[in-house]
């Protein structure tokens, strides 16, 4: 049962919830969406809510590894926005525009 | 009540909020405008959460560069309001969200059920002695992730070589 003294003692659940909503939203984004830039945007939402679990869990059970994990998490992300707008610029230059469509257009 | 489960709510209201606008924003550039915002919040969750680093990293990196990475591509693709901006298909649409809406319902339930297990596990602090500040972790990433760390770096550069190589073919399915 959903009690109030549950909602007002901030714990490890509630930052679990925020995230788990915040990938879902990322991935509604990616389903739905046929902008690659905004298909990109949606990816580093969905990592950002990973990251967000990992700093929850790190900060509640005192130990630092998640942290260390987000540190790389962030720059596998980073990377990846870059390789993957080099990707939108190729498309973009071909066909005018970047609709995720024209991705089976790419070859070699 | 106290001052941090007001901010808790209240940044995670801007953060979800901010995060759907990103979604259903018909234009790119104000997407990348509430995805900005949504980086920045979670900064502040992370600062609320004590991971001071992770704050300011998120902020550099995220708020900072990859942010203008992509306004930069933006600006160089100049794209208006687009027409079709979702994937066509009703039926397919109400498929994709009410099945996103249950995954998010399962693992809502499952943090739920697991409750008593994840407040158990919270208790049980590291017995290495390791501390959570900013030292610590420079520690932690300097002798037990070098290898990582190191690796990283490599991957970086492969990435920065690697995204020059990909934009500079001309246009063509054959390059």
């Excluded at chain 2, 979604?23 to 980086?39: E, G, H, K, R």
Aim: contains cysteine; hydrophobic residues 60%.
């Amino acid at each position: 049962m959903l009690n109030f003294e549950s909602l007002a003692a901030i714990g490890l659940n509630h930052y679990l919830i925020v995230s788990a909503a915040l990938f879902c939203i990322g991935m509604v984004g990616v389903l739905v969406r046929r902008n690659v830039l905004v298909i990109l945007m949606s990816i580093e939402l969905m990592l950002n809510a990973v990251n967000l679990s990992f700093v929850a869990f790190s900060h509640f059970s005192q130990n630092i590894n998640g942290q260390v994990m987000v540190f790389f998490v962030m720059t596998i992300a980073a990377a990846e926005a870059g390789v993957g707008l080099a990707i939108a610029v190729t498309i973009f230059k071909r066909f005018k525009e970047v609709n995720i469509s024209f991705f089976e257009q790419l070859k070699g | 009540m106290d001052i941090s489960v007001l901010l808790f709510y209240g940044l995670s209201f801007i953060v979800l909020c901010f995060a759907l606008a990103v979604v259903v924003s018909n234009n790119p550039v104000y997407s990348a405008f509430y995805l900005a915002i949504t980086m920045v919040s979670l900064a502040f969750v992370y600062f609320i959460l004590q991971a001071y680093f992770i704050a300011g990293v998120q902020l550099i990196v995220y708020a900072g560069a990859v942010m203008v990475l992509f306004v930069m591509v933006l600006m160089m693709f100049d794209l208006k309001k687009e027409k079709d901006s979702f994937s066509k298909g009703r039926m397919s649409n109400f498929l994709k969200v009410s099945s996103v809406g249950w995954l998010w319902g399962l693992i809502a339930g499952a943090i739920y059920m697991s409750s008593d297990l994840l407040s158990m596990g919270a208790t049980l602090h590291n017995k290495d002695g390791v501390g959570t500040t900013t030292k610590d972790l420079a520690k932690l990433l300097y002798t037990d992730y070098i290898f990582a760390f190191e690796l990283l770096g490599l991957l970086l550069l492969l990435i920065a070589v690697g995204a020059v190589a990909v934009s500079r073919i001309k246009g063509g399915t054959h390059a």
